[in-house]
């Protein structure tokens, strides 16, 4: 059975991700349509995560808020959006168990995702691509050192799995590669790229853990071999935002 999630996992990377960072290479409208799709598919996923009732409402309204942060460049609409679309899931879920994490997944969703458009205009499609090779590195370092060095567990109430071992070999991994990648591709200040892919390492395990502590291990089967479709960009989404309030804030140059 593990072979058959090896094999599906394997040949479903091979197709999804030449497929991925031809989207990021090629921008416009590609990577816009690219986008947009993940975010339907994570708006529609943590809708069946939080509720049993409602899930079209809610994935509705997280849809047309991520669709507003993703496609429109005004800051005070985006914001605007986000309020109604807010209020309006707050109102609906009132009798609700999960309140709260229905409440979450607008502005989450809506920020996490606009920010991967938001970082392709403020910056360029190489900004994006280093953001894509540091998950992967810390997905790849933490599979690889944890499952072989093992050892204390991360978050053993939430993800069994996860230890120490595997955050620090997803950190070196992610500084090697990512600092590897500014080098090639920019040259000067990698050492602060390596620096601070390591921080976003550890940024992309808090997002992962987010998703298992609202219940799931896999947001859903759509995938072969991975799951979900937010169980692929949990990381993504939730650093790509600090990469873009972190550039801004310091008025640094990338790529």
Same mark, same amino acid.
């Given at each position: 059975?593990?072979?058959?999630?090896?094999?599906? %996992?394997?040949?479903?990377?091979?197709?999804? =991700?030449?497929?991925?960072?031809?989207?990021?290479?090629?921008?416009?409208?590609?990577?816009?349509?690219?986008?947009?799709?993940?975010?339907?598919?994570?708006?529609?996923?943590?809708?069946?995560?939080?509720?049993?009732?409602?899930?079209?409402?809610?994935?509705?309204?997280? =849809?047309?808020?991520?669709?507003?942060?993703?496609?429109?460049?005004?800051?005070? !609409?985006?914001?605007?959006?986000?309020?109604?679309?807010?209020?309006?899931?707050?109102?609906?879920? %009132?009798?609700?168990?999960?309140?709260?994490?229905?409440?979450?997944?607008?502005?989450?969703?809506?920020?996490?995702?606009?920010?991967?458009?938001?970082?392709?205009? =403020?910056?360029?499609?190489?900004?994006?691509?280093?953001?894509?090779?540091?998950?992967?590195?810390?997905?790849? /370092?933490?599979?690889?050192?944890?499952?072989?060095?093992? /050892?204390?567990?991360?978050?053993?109430?939430?993800?069994?799995?996860?230890?120490?071992?595997?955050?620090?070999? &997803?950190?070196?991994?992610?500084?090697?590669?990512? &600092?590897?990648?500014?080098?090639?591709?920019?040259?000067?200040?990698?050492?602060?790229?390596?620096?601070?892919?390591?921080?976003?390492?550890?940024?992309?395990?808090?997002?992962?853990?987010?998703? %298992?502590?609202? /219940?799931?291990?896999?947001?859903?089967?759509?995938?072969? &071999?991975? !799951?979900?479709?937010?169980?692929?960009?949990? &990381?993504?989404?939730?650093?790509?935002?600090?990469?873009?309030?972190?550039?801004?804030?310091?008025?640094?140059?990338?790529?």
């Amino acid at each position: 059975m593990a072979k058959n999630n090896l094999f599906y %996992r394997t040949v479903t990377a091979l197709i999804l =991700a030449p497929l991925v960072i031809g989207c990021i290479y090629w921008e416009f409208p590609y990577y816009n349509l690219l986008v947009l799709a993940i975010g339907g598919f994570i708006s529609w996923e943590w809708s069946n995560l939080v509720s049993k009732e409602k899930q079209a409402l809610y994935s509705t309204a997280y =849809a047309i808020s991520m669709a507003t942060s993703v496609m429109l460049q005004s800051w005070f !609409g985006i914001t605007m959006m986000i309020l109604f679309c807010s209020i309006l899931v707050f109102i609906k879920s %009132r009798q609700e168990k999960h309140r709260w994490l229905i409440l979450l997944g607008v502005p989450y969703i809506s920020i996490g995702v606009g920010s991967l458009m938001w970082c392709m205009i =403020a910056f360029s499609y190489l900004a994006v691509l280093w953001l894509l090779i540091v998950v992967w590195s810390v997905d790849i /370092g933490g599979y690889v050192v944890g499952s072989t060095v093992k /050892g204390p567990k991360l978050a053993k109430k939430i993800s069994p799995n996860k230890t120490w071992s595997g955050l620090i070999g &997803g950190m070196i991994f992610a500084a090697f590669f990512g &600092g590897l990648f500014a080098y090639i591709f920019q040259g000067d200040d990698y050492q602060y790229f390596a620096v601070f892919a390591a921080i976003l390492a550890v940024v992309e395990q808090i997002g992962d853990l987010i998703e %298992r502590k609202v /219940g799931a291990k896999d947001s859903s089967t759509i995938i072969p &071999g991975h !799951g979900g479709v937010f169980d692929r960009v949990d &990381g993504l989404i939730f650093t790509a935002p600090i990469l873009l309030i972190s550039v801004l804030l310091y008025d640094m140059y990338i790529y």
